[in-house]
């Protein structure tokens, strides 16, 4: 069973060629979840967010995309998330969250892919792997 995506609208450019995937270098999810969007045959934008800023509105459209609130895109649990704040069970609005997210990106809770309009979550790094296309070229050329 493919991992769900979801439909992108709006402010983020989206092609179809393109394989967008926004992750941190400082997880290793968010590594392994990199190298297999890379080992894709399309273009791939990388975009680390512990080394990029991502607006607000980028977050907001992703977690909307998603159909999850701000919040769901962070791990409270990461020990940059507790060390400022706590109790991971606080309650803030979202505009609170997208600053959380702004000022401290390492605590993003998984990698998220962009190819075309669609949107994915990437829990796992082989979750994309499902989303790849098949490469048959090598079949067709053994069969000339």
């Given at each position: ?9 709006g402010?983020?450019?989206?092609n ?8 941190s ?13 890379v080992s894709s045959e399309?273009k ?5 967010v ?45 505009h ?8 401290h ?8 892919v962009?190819?075309?309009k ?19 070229r090598?079949?067709?050329?053994s069969?000339?």
């Open positions: 069973m493919l991992p769900q995506s979801h439909i992108l609208m402010i983020i450019a989206n179809d060629n393109e394989i967008r995937i926004y992750y270098s400082e997880t290793s999810i968010g590594k392994q979840a990199y190298a297999y969007v399309k791939v934008l990388g975009i680390d512990s080394k990029t800023k991502v607006p607000g509105s980028h977050w907001a459209e992703m977690a909307e995309a998603l159909n999850v609130g701000i919040e769901k895109l962070i791990n409270r649990e990461h020990p940059d998330f507790v060390k400022h704040y706590g109790n991971k069970n606080i309650d803030l609005d979202q609170d969250w997208l600053r959380i997210l702004e000022n990106p390492e605590t993003l809770a998984f990698p998220i962009l190819m075309g669609k949107v994915i979550k990437i829990k796992s790094p082989s979750d994309f792997v499902k989303y790849m296309e098949p490469n048959t090598h079949i067709e050329d069969n000339q």
